[in-house]
Structure formats: structure tokens, C-alpha cells
């Protein structure tokens, strides 16, 4: 069986894609450019890249390790400064940390302190909802997360997949227009991930939100994304902007789709490209440690 | 026994049970020296006086010397001396503290101007009280603005990391020449004592903060101002409770030798004037006093920092045994 291209979109998943981009450009990268100076030298971590988002999109940028995708989702949040290009976040350029971007992090994050229903309030707190209407959308959140009964637990006695829904909870109570988020599921295990994936298209699809993900797991990626940001490193620059196929609403099953696979072949190519020479290079030469004479295989 | 391994941890009765043997092994030991009577015992105590002219019952003599006196007695066929193996005075039998613990309280001063056991220790906590509540004032802002703004840190923590090497009782004369001779210069001291390694401790705990929750609070859009009353200070806390905890204990370490600057008062003044009569017993009550305040207070705040933190896991932890 030969497979799809990926390139080839379905009809109505080319309809999709053709009303996604009709709606307005939230996030624009223009050339942006990233240099960290150390006292080892210099490193390009992001070169070049650019890129537009349109309003309730969901881009996942994907990337080998150390290509940037963390400097680039923390200069969209205003946590770290580029050296040259610029963000335009519905037009303005992007200057700090703002209400306007939420962002969820890969560690857990949540203010210790506070309860669950206090955690939610805090950013509505910071810019100057009332205490009562604060308290009033975090309990909202919290139904919708479903964790309403855990409103005045504090965060250590949630497990991991709880703390990130609160989390992400958190930074949508701001009402933000973008929610970034760092590779958010990756300290979960499997099924607790597949979990989440489904939670967060669910709530992706209930409100008005934007979401720029940042994952290593390439399926992950093709299960939320409408479109995939491809980077390469050293440096770290755009290798391809990839619309992904597969048709909507997504579910677990379609991993096996030829759509699917024919994506993930295509990430796979541009995220481990065929080891260059023979595959000496990639498996040198062990040397046998053990004197049991017996082979295992 | 078993063998011991790095980050054991113990049933909670067994860690109850050496807690208890963390206090019975030094009384034991006090205990022995103290009752077996060929356990050291280097004198004699003199209960029968004998025909020696200079003995005296109750007396103490070195054993050496009270040997040849009843060798001589019996040489000369005069009444000998009699004793019992006895230890120096200045080391009083378990019993003899314990009960002087109660009847220090109940003895009236000895002299006219004197001041009850009460009184005195309770001169000695509002010393220690005022300095280390005046410290606390001016170290615990001091130190969390260090440890928050670079710029702050720089332009006071070399000169206070240089002050902190100054013995604090060096301080005391000058104390006394600008404060006057009662309670001022004792408080300076332990305030002197205490605020350097309070901004340092304190600036060090608020550096230590997970700086992932700032950036989180950054994206909720937290200003400045907010950053430090509504994530820095209550992410600290718990930290900032424990510093005041081991500084306070540190304080009670300064009071002897402030106490004894200018006029001599509290519980030293105690202390001193019982050393001066030889009441042994009295002198050591009245050190056992101020571990007993100390370690006491500690205990008090440790289980109200339960209440106070509970998302604290590591406070849960070190009172887990309740808990549990
Ligand atoms: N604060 C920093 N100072 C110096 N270099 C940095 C800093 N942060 C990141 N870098 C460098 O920038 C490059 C990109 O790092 P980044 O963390 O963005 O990668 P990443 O794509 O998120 O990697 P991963 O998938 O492992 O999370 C790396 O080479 C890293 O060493
Ligand atoms: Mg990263």
C-alpha cells in the first residue's frame, strides 16, 4: 500500500485549513534571532526563524533536542529578550511578559501556597478582577478541568496530570489571547498524557484560545496540532512548516491512519535525517565486556 | 543493630525512642559518675572529723592527703577520721539539680534588692525578646530585599558579611558608654549578635527560590511591586520561619554575655550569685533553665509552623509521627 502524500489533504480538511487561514493573524515572527553570550562563546540558539499564527490555531513546533524550542516559546512569552527580529502579538510588538500570553511550563509550577482555587485566582487577582469575580471564574475553571471538588486542596496532593490541568486552568482564567505551553505533558506517563492530549483539544475547541505547544513526541504533536513548526538545530532555524492532514475531531484511533503515518515518516525525515556514510558512524565498534560465552541472541 | 545507610528513615516509634535516648544517655552517664562510688569520686567527704584539729564534717578532702591523716591518727592511736568517697562540689548529683530546679523558684533572694528566680528569667526574656524582635525588624526586610534585588545585595552584603566576623561582646563597652548600664547595651548586643547573620541567612533562603514561579507569576501578568508581597514573600516563608527558628536559638547564646555587660542582671545575675555562695546545684538549675525556655520555645514554634504552612511537606514531615 502506498501512502498519501502528506502534502495531500482531504477535502474538508483543506476546507479547515483554508477558514483557519481567513481568520486573523494573532502571532507574528518576523527574523527573529536568538544569541546567548557565555563565557565559553557564543551560541546561535534560534536563527532567522519567522512564522504566523491565526487566531484559535494550534501550531506545535517540534525540534531535536537543543534547537531552540524553549528560548523561542520563552521569547513569545516575554521571559527572555531576542537579539534581533520581532514578535507581534494582534500587532504589537511583544516587549515583556503580559496577561495577553499564558504560558504552562514543563515543571510543575503551581504557587505551593495557595489552594487549587486560589491558584486560579491569582492571575485574575494580578489584573484586578474582584475577589468575589475572581473566585467565581476559578471555581467556572475548575468545573471545566474537572477538579471542582478539589478547589481548596493545595497543589502537593494532586498527582502530576492534575497539577498541569490546574495549571493550565491558571493561565486560561487570564483570558489570555495565546496560551504557550513547554512541553507540558512530558513528565507524565503514557496514559495519563493521552489523557491530557484529549482534555486540552476538548477545552481548545470550547474557547477562544490560540495554543503554541512545544513537544518531542512527534505523535503527540500530529494528535493536537493543526499545523506543525519543524525546527533544526545548530542553529536552530525553521526546516519546514508542515499542515497536518489527519481530520478533525482527532482520536487515539487515528494513529494508525495513513495520514498519520505518512506525517510522522515525513517528521522523522527531517527531525533524524539518515545518518550520513554507513552506519559505522552511528554504531562504532563496541568491545565485548562480558565472558559469559552464552550469545543472547 | 543494623548497619546504618545514608537517608534511612526511621518508624516513627523508633525515632521517638532515640529522641528520649538523646537526653537518658548524658543522664545516665551524670547519673554514674554521680551514685557508683568507685566511679571517679577523686575526694573524701569528711563525716566524722576524728582527731584531726583541721577537719570538719562536710568537708572535702583530696584522698591523698585525708589517707595519710588516718595513717597518722593510727600511728598515734588517736579516734581516726572517717569519709565517703565524694565528688568536687562543683559537680552535684542528678537529684540535687532536679530538686534545686523547684526550690530555686521557692528560695526568696538573698538579699533586699534581690530578685526572685521568676523575675530574673523573666528579665532575661524580654532581653532576649526586644533584641531579637528590633534584629528581626530591621534583618528579615534587609535580607529578602538582598536576596530579590541584585543591586541591593551588592551594595550592602559585603559590609555586613565584614561585620558579622565582629565578635558582637567587643561591642559591649561601647555599648554601655552610649546606652548606659541597664538594659540597652545588653539588648544592643544581641541585636549586634543576631541582625548580620540574619540578613545573610535570610538573603540566602530568599535566593533559593524556585525562580519557575516567578516566571509563571511573570505570565499571569505580575507586576513588580506584587512579585514580592504576593510570590516572593510566601514562597519563602516556611524557609524564613525555620532562619528565625536557629537565629533565635543563636540569640539566646549572646544573652549570658550580654547580661553580664553593665549592671548584671537576669538570669547570670542568678547564675553568678549562686556560683559565688557555691549553691552548685542552683547553677546548674539555672543553665538547665535556659535550655529548658529555649528548647521549649523551639518545640512551640515548630508545631505551630504546622498550622501555619500546611503545604509545608518537609515541616509535615519532621512532626510525621502525629501526622501519619
Ligand atoms: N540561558 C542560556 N544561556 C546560554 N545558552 C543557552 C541558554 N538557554 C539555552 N541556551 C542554549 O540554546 C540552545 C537552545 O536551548 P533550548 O533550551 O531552547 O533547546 P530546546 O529545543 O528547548 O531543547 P530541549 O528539547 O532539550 O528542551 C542550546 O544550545 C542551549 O545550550
Ligand atoms: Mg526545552
Known amino acids: 500500500m502506498t501512502l498519501p502524500g502528506y502534502l495531500d489533504l482531504a477535502p474538508d480538511v483543506r476546507a479547515r485549513f483554508e477558514r483557519l487561514k481567513a481568520r486573523d493573524v494573532i502571532l507574528q515572527v518576523e527574523h527573529l534571532t536568538k544569541q546567548f553570550e557565555t563565557r565559553a562563546g557564543r ?55 503580559g496577561a495577553d500570553r499564558g504560558m504552562v511550563f514543563q515543571g510543575y509550577t503551581l504557587f505551593p501556597w495557595l489552594t487549587v482555587k486560589r491558584n486560579v485566582m491569582f492571575g485574575l487577582e494580578m489584573n484586578n478582577h474582584g475577589r468575589a469575580e475572581a473566585e467565581r471564574e476559578a471555581l ?12 481548596e486542596a493545595y497543589p502537593h496532593q494532586l498527582s502530576g496530570g492534575m497539577k498541569q490541568r490546574v495549571a493550565i486552568a491558571r493561565a486560561l482564567a487570564n483570558q489570555p489571547r495565546i496560551l504557550l505551553m513547554d512541553e507540558p505533558f512530558s513528565a507524565l506517563d503514557a496514559q495519563t498524557r493521552a489523557r491530557m492530549q484529549s482534555y486540552l483539544l476538548e477545552i481548545w475547541r470550547k474557547i477562544d484560545i490560540t495554543i503554541v505547544f512545544i513537544t518531542h513526541d512527534l505523535d503527540e504533536a500530529i494528535f493536537l496540532a493543526d499545523r506543525i513548526l519543524v525546527l533544526k538545530a545548530n542553529p536552530g532555524e525553521v526546516a519546514e512548516l508542515i499542515e497536518v492532514p489527519v481530520p478533525r475531531p482527532r482520536h487515539p484511533r487515528q494513529f494508525a491512519g495513513p495520514e498519520f503515518r505518512a506525517t510522522k515518516d515525513r517528521l522523522e525525515a527531517l527531525i533524524h535525517p539518515p545518518a550520513l556514510g554507513d552506519d559505522a558512524d552511528a554504531y562504532p565498534e563496541m568491545p565485548r565486556l562480558t565472558n559469559v560465552a552464552d550469545e543472547v541472541e | 543493630m543494623a548497619a546504618l545507610r545514608v537517608g534511612q528513615s526511621l518508624a516513627p516509634r523508633t525515632a521517638r525512642r532515640l529522641a528520649l535516648l538523646s537526653f537518658v544517655l548524658p543522664l545516665l552517664l551524670w547519673s554514674a559518675v554521680s551514685y557508683i562510688p568507685f566511679v571517679w569520686h577523686p575526694l573524701i567527704l569528711i563525716t566524722d572529723p576524728g582527731d584531726v584539729d583541721y577537719f570538719q564534717p562536710g568537708m572535702r578532702m583530696d584522698r591523698a592527703d585525708f589517707r595519710t591523716e588516718v595513717a597518722h591518727a593510727v600511728a598515734a592511736h588517736k579516734p581516726v577520721p572517717q569519709g565517703v568517697p565524694a565528688n568536687p562540689i562543683y559537680l552535684p548529683p542528678p537529684h540535687a539539680v532536679f530538686l534545686a530546679l523547684f ?8 538579699t533586699q534588692d534581690g530578685n526572685w528566680l521568676h523575675e530574673s528569667l523573666w528579665h532575661s526574656i524580654q532581653v532576649i525578646f526586644w533584641g531579637f524582635v528590633i534584629s528581626s525588624i530591621l534583618g528579615v526586610p534587609l535580607g529578602i530585599l538582598c536576596g530579590a534585588y541584585a543591586p541591593i545585595s551588592k551594595l550592602s552584603e559585603p559590609f555586613v558579611e565584614f561585620f558579622r566576623y565582629l565578635p558582637a561582646p567587643a561591642f559591649g563597652a561601647l555599648a554601655v558608654s552610649i546606652l548606659g548600664i541597664y538594659d540597652g547595651p545588653k539588648i544592643a548586643i544581641i541585636v549586634i549578635g543576631t541582625f548580620f547573620q540574619q540578613v545573610l541567612i535570610i538573603a540566602n533562603t530568599t535566593r533559593k527560590l524556585d525562580f519557575s514561579l ?16 504576593r510570590v516572593v514573600i510566601p514562597a519563602i516563608l516556611p524557609d524564613l520561619y525555620r532562619d528565625q527558628r536557629i537565629l533565635l536559638g543563636w540569640a539566646w547564646t549572646y544573652l549570658i554575655v550580654a547580661e553580664l555587660i553593665g549592671t548584671t542582671s537576669g538570669i547570670t545575675w542568678f547564675i553568678t550569685q549562686q556560683a559565688r555562695y557555691q549553691h552548685f546545684p542552683n547553677v546548674y538549675a539555672g543553665i538547665a533553665m535556659i535550655g529548658i525556655i529555649g528548647f521549649g520555645t523551639d518545640a512551640l514554634l515548630g508545631l505551630l509552623a504546622r498550622r501555619l504552612f500546611p503545604w509545608e511537606r518537609s515541616i509535615a514531615a519532621q512532626f510525621g509521627a502525629s501526622t501519619a
Not at chain 1, 487566531?55 to 513569545?76: A, D, H, M, N, Q
Not at chain 1, 529578550?81 to 511583544?94: D, F, I, T
Not at chain 2, 516567578?214 to 508581597?229: N, S
Open chain 2, 214 to 229: 516567578v516566571e509563571a507569576a511573570l505570565t499571569l501578568g505580575t507586576d513588580q511591586r506584587r512579585m514580592l508581597t
Open chain 1, 140 to 151: 467556572q475553571w475548575l468545573d471545566l478541568i474537572g477538579l471542582g471538588r478539589y478547589a
Open chain 2, 103 to 110: 526550690t530555686a523558684f521557692a528560695t526568696p533572694p538573698a
Open chain 1, 43 to 97: 551560541t546561535l540558539a534560534l536563527n532567522d526563524i519567522s512564522f504566523t499564527t491565526h487566531r484559535r490555531e494550534f501550531l506545535c513546533i517540534v525540534g531535536p533536542s537543543g534547537c531552540g524550542k524553549s528560548t523561542l516559546v520563552r521569547i513569545l512569552a516575554g521571559l527572555d529578550r531576542q537579539s534581533a527580529g520581532a514578535v507581534l502579538l494582534a500587532g504589537k510588538p511583544v516587549t515583556g511578559p
